[in-house]
């Protein structure tokens, strides 16, 4: 079976489908098996994997409303090496349309347990909120990664989130565990980054990353030509830290099993 990780924030702009896509294009490219599901009606993650949102037929929209299987609306993101199920604008109105369904929090993890078997990482791009795309995402995952900028309200906005993964822990996937806090953007020259990475550390232990992501154009640029940065400018600080990542991760995780 797959490990199934959401990349949670409910802050937008601080590195969740930059780690979502370069992470799956990691593994990829370290040889496993990797599928990527894009929750955010923006399509960040179906733009930067090179899938035009505005062309695909269906989307990770039809799999929650049972309108499709997954099998048959994943796509393949050659350059990445993995599979993509696209998001667009269809996905803004899933929200009020779940709310009618039954099973409205899992659905997503019984769509993805009929195409679990052929992949050994599923990562979950979710949209800048704690909505019920974001809940469907903690209830199929078994483990989160959280991406965060070092800055003031950083840890304000923690605590929110641990407070809906705990409700979720309680009331529908016992097992949902933090994989771990990555600091992204990272200016070393910055003190306050400095102090705010130190406090995470003091908090958080062992479940942040030793892997940081600086701050790098070359993330940056990378979408705009629909190609994970790891692929772009393989040399470029920012993919050798999502590299680093990649095998950060699978160390990880694997120590996990
Ligand atoms: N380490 C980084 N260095 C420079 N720019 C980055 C970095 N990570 C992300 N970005 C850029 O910052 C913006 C927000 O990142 P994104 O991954 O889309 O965040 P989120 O998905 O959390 O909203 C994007 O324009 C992205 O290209
Ligand atoms: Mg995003």
Redesign the pocket.
């Given at each position: 079976m797959p490990r199934v990780i959401a990349v949670v924030?409910q802050?937008?702009?601080?590195?969740?489908?930059?780690?979502?896509?370069n992470l799956s294009a990691a593994l990829a490219q370290a040889g496993r098996r990797v599928l990527l599901i894009d929750l955010?009606p923006?399509g960040?993650?179906t733009m930067g994997s090179g899938i035009d949102k505005r062309t695909v037929a269906r989307t990770v929209y039809h799999a929650l409303l049972g309108l499709g299987e997954l099998a048959g609306i994943r796509v393949r993101a050659e350059k990445g090496g993995y599979d993509l199920v696209p998001a667009n604008r269809d996905l803004a109105g899933a929200e009020v349309e779940l709310v009618e369904l039954p099973a409205r929090e899992s659905r997503l993890k019984s769509a993805l347990e009929r195409v679990a078997a052929d992949y050994d990482f599923i990562f979950i791009?979710c949209p800048?909120s704690l909505s019920l795309l974001t809940v469907n995402a903690l209830t199929a995952a078994q483990r989160v990664l959280i991406?965060m900028q070092c800055e003031y309200y950083a840890l304000e906005g923690l605590s929110d989130l641990v407070g809906t993964i705990k409700r979720v822990r309680a009331n529908l996937n016992p097992s949902l565990e933090i994989a771990g806090l990555l600091r992204?953007?990272?200016d070393p020259r910055n003190t306050l980054s400095q102090q705010v990475s130190q406090q995470l550390e003091a908090h958080f232990g062992d479940k942040v990353y030793r892997t940081v992501?600086?701050?790098?154009?070359r993330?940056?640029?990378?979408?705009s030509y629909g190609v994970p940065a790891v692929l772009w400018d393989a040399s470029s600080k920012?993919a050798q830290?999502y590299v680093t990542l990649g095998a950060e991760v699978l160390e990880r995780e694997v120590a996990h099993t």
């Open positions: 924030n802050k937008g702009g601080v590195g969740k489908t930059t780690t979502s896509v955010d923006q960040n993650a791009d800048p991406p992204t953007m990272y992501v600086p701050r790098n154009v993330l940056a640029e990378a979408p920012g830290a």
